[in-house]
Structure formats: C-alpha cells, structure tokens
C-alpha cells in the first residue's frame, strides 16, 4: 500500500496507526479528531483536511492559523538562510580564485562580491516560500512556514511582495522587524504588507 494512502490518528492522547481509508471509516471518527496521512508533519482537525473529509462525509472547514512562530524563531531561520546564501557566494570565490592570476583584483573583487550573498537569500526565498514548501531553508529546518492569513499558500507573486516589503524593516532601522513583537500573531511589517503569516507546526 502506498503510505500516501495510509493515516495516522490520536487517540487518548497518542498518535496510533497506521490506518487504510476503510479503517478510518470503521472507526467512526469525529471532525475534530486529529488525523495526517503518514509521513506529513503535523497532525490537523478531520475537518480540515478537505480531501480526506469528503471521503470520510465530514464537512470540510477551514480553520485560520492558530499557531504562529516567534520572532527568535524567525531570526534562526534568517540566520540560517545567510549561512547558505554565503556558501552559495564561497562557491563562487571559490572558482575565481582558481581562475585568476591578478593578486592586485582579488580582494577587491572579492569585498565587493559580498553583495551577493543578500541577493542570493532574497532570490531563494522568494522561489522556496512561493513553492508548495512554502519555506526557505532556513524556515524548513526549524518547522515554520510561510501561508496568507487564511493559512494558504502565498504563490510566487505575494512571496516576492514580502521579501521586498522587508525593504520597509530597513528603511526604518529594524522597527518594521521587531513591531512583530507586540502583535499577537507575531506579524512583522513586511508581513502586514503583504498580508502572510509566519506559522509553526501544531505540536500534539
């Protein structure tokens, strides 16, 4: 059986499993019962899982994100993003210092290549967070995502909306960055902006 086929489900408090669609029939199960197929990450309510719902005749409703990452959370991340946009940049040195014989350039050159590495980020994280993993790196790593604020999928337009608004964070020396940490739901400027979230699993 393809595992994509196959559920697991919390019962009294503990995950159990896995099951076959015929099972999860059999067990009569609740829309707010707790259910992933195997493999994903985090456990969801029945009822919003719109696929299996129908399948098992439970209305589908979606739910608003509940459980949002904190702002240290987000600067790991961000940390985490630079550290492979700089060993994307050493790469490049790398092969140009192989390539090269002129002593006088190279630290010049190499100085002003340094301007990549944020080039490098911002581009990586606008195609990572626009795709269906919804998270750059640094995000995948430590279980957060980027979503709207229905908790869907931004798409490449509004992710590259949100890492230019983070422009703004800048412009106003950090504020935009850390206004995040009187909102309730953890939004930065940039993600007011560009109307998203920045979510984290549901831990069970």
């Not at 581009?123 to 640094?138: F, M, N, P, T």
């Not at 950090?174 to 909102?183: E, P, W």
């Amino acid at each position: 059986m393809n595992p994509s086929d196959q559920y697991e489900v919390v019962i009294q408090g503990k995950p159990k499993g896995p099951f076959s669609l015929e099972e999860l029939r059999a067990m009569n199960l609740h829309p707010t019962d707790f259910v992933k197929p195997v493999g994903h990450p985090e456990f969801k309510e029945l009822r919003e899982l719109e696929t299996l719902s129908n399948q098992l005749n439970v209305v589908h409703q979606s739910t608003a994100p509940q459980y949002f990452a904190s702002l240290d959370m987000r600067l790991l991340s961000t940390a985490i993003d630079y550290f492979f946009a700089f060993c994307g940049y050493a790469v490049l040195a790398a092969i140009y210092l192989g390539g090269t014989a002129n002593d006088q350039t190279r630290i010049p050159t190499l100085i002003m290549g340094l301007s990549l590495v944020p080039i490098f980020k911002f581009i990586a994280c606008v195609i990572l967070e626009g795709s269906r993993k919804q998270a750059s790196i640094g995000k995948m790593l430590i279980g957060v995502k980027v979503t709207d604020e229905q908790g869907k999928p931004v798409g490449y337009g509004r992710a590259l909306a949100r890492n230019l608004a983070k422009l703004v964070g800048v412009a106003t020396l950090g504020f935009g960055f850390l206004s995040g940490f009187f909102d309730r739901r953890q939004q930065c400027l940039h993600d007011k902006i560009a109307g998203t979230l920045v979510i984290k699993d549901r831990l069970i």
